[in-house]
């Protein structure tokens, strides 16, 4: 059966981030590059981490079966263990960001990069929301099963 949450490794990736492209007017300073290495690498490890993450949480839903609450806690408890790795990704394109829109050369290029900056962010930061979303509408789409409420006749 597949899982059927937001893959957010898609929508992160899916487009470039216009701010990692170097701006070909204007030559890559040593100090840019190394930022643009960092955050690369970063992106490939968050991507990684995001594949794995997606992976558990199929598995962790799968293995529930009906019980929405078991899926609930066993996905609130994957997210638990990758959300500070996500945060850091977050932490670290703030920083590059920022530093890319102190060096624009122009007030558009500034606000561009300050935009795509924050809008990025907000997408890592939105993941464990999406998956509890995608979780909470594939729970919805399938009943329940009903428990047992008869008392035990001790055979």
């Known amino acids: ?5 937001i ?26 590059a ?10 490939l490890t968050f991507r990684t981490q995001l594949e ?35 945060e850091n990704f977050a932490v670290l394109l703030e920083h590059y960001f920022a530093a890319r829109a102190a060096a624009a050369p122009t007030e558009e290029a500034r606000a561009s990069t300050t935009a795509t900056g924050v809008a990025s962010v907000a997408r890592i930061r939105a993941i464990p929301d999406q998956v509890r979303a995608g979780l909470t509408q594939q729970t919805q789409a399938r009943p329940e099963q009903p428990r047992n409420t008869q008392p035990s006749t001790g055979y």
């Open 34 to 43: 190394s930022g643009e290495a960092e955050v690369t690498a970063a992106a």
């Open 52 to 86: 794995a993450m997606n992976a558990e949480v199929r598995t962790a839903v799968e293995q529930s079966g009906s019980n929405r609450r078991r899926a609930a806690s066993r996905v609130d408890e994957i997210l638990a263990r990758y959300a500070p790795g996500f």
């Open 7 to 32: 893959l957010l490794a898609a929508a992160v990736f899916a487009a470039p981030l216009p701010a990692l492209a170097q701006d070909p007017s204007t030559p890559p300073t040593a100090a840019a």
């Open 1 to 5: 059966m597949p899982m059927r949450l």
